[in-house]
């Protein structure tokens, strides 16, 4: 746990277990938001289905959509399983895979490993600037997986290049309900 591997000053290998949702945040139980998870999942596969059969619908839009649904899958695969397949150690110690006393936690309940670290620059602000002033500065210190960079890139290339596809998917959508009803 806090392993760091340097391959490039700007770019780091770091350890690191998320008990939450993004940037660490626990606002809700280990079991509702898994829950609510896997909902979502169902939700946006449900979407990739309906809107592959929409010929006015870009190929970027779909590739967009994907990648945020196999990145919110690839977090609760951690989320129902790490806990289970996995120990706890202490460091130095190296956590076991299927170890003979169970995992650290039940299903349902293990953390999401993060590990991509880019310090990419870290200055101290000047003593005169207000509210911060003196105080060390970390540009870019998140540490993140490969899951929430494809949650990321999917969801800034949909707002970047395809809002337009996004509103005609919606639209289209509500046209139909409001004619059925």
């Not at 060390?136 to 290339?157: K, T």
Request: net charge negative; aromatic share 20%; charged share 15%.
């Amino acid at each position: 746990m806090g392993e760091d591997y340097e391959i490039f000053p700007w770019f780091h290998l770091k350890f690191i277990e998320n008990n939450g949702m993004a940037f660490g945040l626990e606002l809700w139980n280990k079991f509702l938001l898994t829950f609510g998870r896997i909902i979502a999942v169902g939700i946006l596969i449900w979407c990739l289905w309906k809107i592959c059969a929409r010929m006015e619908l870009r190929t970027g839009f779909i590739i967009s959509v994907a990648l945020i649904t196999a990145g919110a899958a690839g977090n609760i695969f951690d989320c129902v399983f790490y806990g289970e397949i996995f120990n706890n150690p202490y460091p130095p110690e190296v956590a076991s895979l299927f170890p003979a006393g169970g995992g650290y936690a039940g299903w349902f309940e293990g953390r999401v490993v993060d590990m991509f670290y880019f310090p990419l620059c870290d200055f101290v602000w000047p003593e005169w600037f207000p509210g911060v002033g003196g105080k060390p500065y970390e540009f870019f210190a998140y540490i993140f997986n490969l899951a929430d960079a494809s949650i990321c890139v999917g969801v800034a290339i949909l707002l970047i290049f395809y809002s337009r596809d996004f509103s005609l998917a919606f639209n289209s959508g509500v046209e139909k309900n409001e004619i059925a009803e």
